[in-house]
T-cell receptor
Framework: EPEVTQTPSHQVTQMGQEVILRCVPISNHLYFYWYRQILGQKVEFLVSFYNNEISEKSEIFDDQFSVERPDGSNFTLKIRSTKLEDSAMYFC?????????FGQGTRLTVV | QKEVEQNSGPLSVPEGAIASLNCTYSDRVSQSFFWYRQYSGKSPELIMSIYSNGDKEDGRFTAQLNKASQYVSLLIRDSQPSDSATYLCAVGGATNKLIFGTGTLLAVQP
């Protein structure tokens, strides 16, 4: 069964460093998303991406965040200068239409 | 601010019983509704979607939607210990983004 894959599964970084989280969406999906979940809190929408551009972003997705689809298969989330409060699980998701399927997540720890 | 509300639980049911999970949402124009299951430390897994008023059944799961009351529910029949997880209610937005509730922790007691 096709699935969304994310790498790495766990990333530890120092505050102020840049991180890139990678995702390979399901191959025939057209919509791509990033969500995050701070430990013990709800899953929060960050950004949606369609037709090679951002279709919507939340207020969390400020100038420190960017997304890119560098080739036909990868979808990346970059955090330019990480802060302690960026520590969370980051989930990539993709959909053909409405129903979104999630990757296994990247646990980002900022120290 | 669009909100999705769920009772955080835990909801404890004995094995074999029906578990009933509830969710309300604030945006009256919402059209798509989803239930995800999330095991501890894992990612959300889509288990049901519903778009029209009424019931939708899939195996042991039944989703119920009442748009007039802005209410979505999930029934799990013949609950099993493996159903123990957090159940996330999510409402679809205009660009297919999902707005999640905080989730209800379900504990099925053997």
């Amino acid at each position: 069964e096709p699935e969304v894959t994310q790498t790495p599964s766990h990333q530890v970084t120092q505050m102020g460093q840049e991180v890139i989280l990678r995702c390979v969406p399901i191959s025939n999906h057209l919509y791509f998303y990033w969500y995050r979940q701070i430990l013990g809190q709800k899953v929060e929408f960050l950004v949606s991406f369609y037709n090679n551009e951002i279709s919507e972003k939340s207020e969390i997705f400020d100038d420190q965040f960017s997304v890119e689809r560098p080739d036909g298969s990868n979808f990346t989330l970059k955090i330019r200068s990480t802060k302690l409060e960026d520590s969370a699980m980051y989930f990539c998701a993709s959909s053909k239409g409405i129903e979104a399927f999630f990757g296994q997540g990247t646990r980002l720890t900022v120290v | 601010q669009k909100e999705v509300e769920q009772n955080s639980g835990p909801l404890s049911v004995p094995e074999g019983a029906i578990a009933s999970l509830n969710c309300t949402y604030s945006d009256r124009v919402s059209q798509s509704f989803f239930w995800y299951r999330q095991y501890s430390g894992k990612s959300p897994e889509l288990i049901m979607s519903i778009y029209s008023n009424g019931d939708k059944e899939d195996g042991r799961f039944t989703a119920q939607l009442n748009k007039a009351s802005q209410y979505v529910s999930l029934l799990i029949r013949d609950s099993q210990p493996s159903d123990s997880a957090t159940y996330l209610c999510a409402v679809g937005g205009a660009t297919n983004k999902l707005i999640f509730g905080t989730g209800t922790l379900l504990a099925v007691q053997p």
